[in-house]
């Protein structure tokens, strides 16, 4: 009996044998999807930072200010390129991808940024030929979209107009 009685011991144990799941491998690491993250966030960081440069204008010759901090950066910023020309004594206005000869033409644009970000911040860059009447316009319009936030950038040193 004791011979039938291992038989039958052995017998359950290879059916346990058989039953339990064999020990699991080292996981592998997937390259693929990692390229793929990789390639959203790189075309993500330069959807970002092409918007950032065309929002800036190589045209604008800035004030130098010798004291002048760093730039800060802001949710609701909205940057207003004022550029002046001296053959025809005229400015232009741009912001994003639009452009205005009239400085209350902004004031809808602004008021709209306001109503969707309430932190809006307006960052001036005029153009250092700019005379103060017409970026005095601007800074009108700015204050009648209600938008109390503005900031002028300048540059700290003079550039060289031929770079």
Do not use: C
């Amino acid at each position: 009996m004791a011979a039938t009685a291992t038989r039958q011991e052995r017998k359950k144990l290879a059916i346990k044998a058989a039953r339990r799941t064999p020990p699991e491998e080292d996981p592998e690491f997937q390259i693929a999807p990692m390229i793929d993250i990789l390639l959203v966030l790189l075309v993500f960081f330069m959807t970002i930072t092409s918007t950032e440069v065309l929002e800036s204008n190589r045209e604008v010759m800035l004030a130098v200010a010798k004291d002048a901090g760093p730039a800060k950066k802001n949710l609701g910023q909205t940057i207003v390129n004022i550029t002046w020309d001296n053959l025809t004594r005229t400015g232009k206005i741009d912001t994003g991808n639009q452009a205005y000869e009239v400085a209350n033409e902004l004031i809808p644009l602004l008021e709209a940024k306001l109503k969707a970000e309430p932190m809006t911040r307006v960052l001036v860059r005029a153009d250092r030929n700019v005379p103060w009447s017409f970026e005095s316009e601007v800074l009108k319009a700015v204050g009648q979209a209600g938008i109390s936030n503005v900031t002028f950038s300048v540059v700290d040193k003079p550039m060289d107009p031929n770079q």
